[in-house]
Nanobody, 123 residues
Framework: QVQLVESGGGLVQAGGSLRLSCAASGRTYNMGWFRRSSGKEREFVAA???????YSPDAAKGRFTISKDDVKSMVYLQMNSLKPEDTAVYYC????????????????????WGQGTQVTVSS
C-alpha cells in the first residue's frame, strides 16, 4: 500500500519561494506533482522517473524543479518566482508501475495521491 503525505504549503508573497515535500511509503515508480486551482481542472506541474529523469511543461521550467531523495523516500517541488496564478492545492502523486515519459503528464496514469497542500501566493 502506497501512502503519500505532502507538506510545505503556505502563504507567500509574489516573487517568493516555497519547497513542497512529499513523504512516500510503499513501492513507487514515477512521482509527480499536480495542482488544482479553484474552478479549474487539475494541472500537471512536474514528474520524475525512478531513474531520475525529470519532466515538466514549458510553463514550469525555470521556476519549478522536482527532485527526489530515494534514501528518505521523499519527493520535493522547489517553486521559485511564485505568481498569484500559482495559487492552488498541490498534490503529490505516484504510479505503482513504470510509465513512459510520454504519459507522465496524465493524471490518470497515477494510482496514488496525497491529500494535497495549499499554496497561496499574494500579490
Amino acid at each position: 500500500q502506497v501512502q503519500l503525505v505532502e507538506s510545505g504549503g503556505g502563504l507567500v508573497q509574489a516573487g517568493g519561494s516555497l519547497r513542497l515535500s512529499c513523504a512516500a511509503s510503499g513501492r513507487t515508480y514515477n512521482m509527480g506533482w499536480f495542482r488544482r486551482s479553484s474552478g479549474k481542472e487539475r494541472e500537471f506541474v512536474a514528474a520524475i522517473g525512478r531513474n531520475g529523469i525529470r519532466y515538466s511543461p514549458d510553463a514550469a521550467k525555470g521556476r519549478f524543479t522536482i527532485s527526489k531523495d530515494d534514501v528518505k523516500s521523499m519527493v520535493y517541488l522547489q517553486m521559485n518566482s511564485l505568481k498569484p496564478e500559482d495559487t492552488a492545492v498541490y498534490y503529490c502523486a505516484a504510479t505503482g508501475q513504470w510509465i513512459s515519459m510520454a504519459t507522465m503528464y496524465l493524471s490518470g496514469e497515477y494510482e496514488y495521491w496525497g491529500q494535497g497542500t495549499q499554496v497561496t501566493v499574494s500579490s
